[in-house]
């Protein structure tokens, strides 16, 4: 079992930046697949980004495609999500997950353990 806590999010303007982090602790963090999603006010958790246990391979949602960047160091037991270009609509809770099953990168249903989520709020 992994516990996850997330970091790193806050309060910025339209065009700025922010770097979000997932700390992993209780299992190495090379056995699972690792993925970002958010939940805004109202709506339902969607996909953000995926990354493979090994990192060669990564997955974004078309909207943030060129603007996030996801990245893990297994030997740090960390994962990151590298958000630029920031826009409003970004504003969201943003979850850390993490899959043993690998399965459907972008389907929460993928996912056993999340973290608590860090708050990101995008003003225009």
């Known amino acids: 079992q992994v516990q996850l806590v997330e970091s790193g999010g806050g309060l910025v303007q339209a065009g700025g930046s922010l770097r979000l982090s997932c700390a992993a602790s209780?299992?190495?963090?090379?056995?699972?697949?690792m993925g970002w999603f958010r939940q805004a006010p109202g709506k339902e958790r969607e996909f953000v980004a995926a990354?493979?246990?090994?990192?060669?391979?990564?997955y974004y949602l078309d909207s943030v495609k060129g603007r996030f960047t996801i990245s893990r160091d297994n030997a740090k037991n960390r994962m990151w999500l590298q958000m630029n270009s920031l826009k409003p609509e970004d504003t969201a809770v943003y979850y850390c997950?993490?899959?043993?099953?690998?399965?459907?990168?972008?389907?929460?249903?993928?996912?056993?353990?999340w973290g608590q989520g860090t708050q990101v709020t995008v003003s225009s």
């Open positions: 990354i493979t246990w090994r990192g060669d391979t990564t």
């Open positions: 997950a993490a899959s043993t099953r690998g399965r459907d990168y972008s389907s929460t249903y993928d996912y056993e353990y």
């Open positions: 209780g299992r190495a963090l090379s056995s699972y697949q």
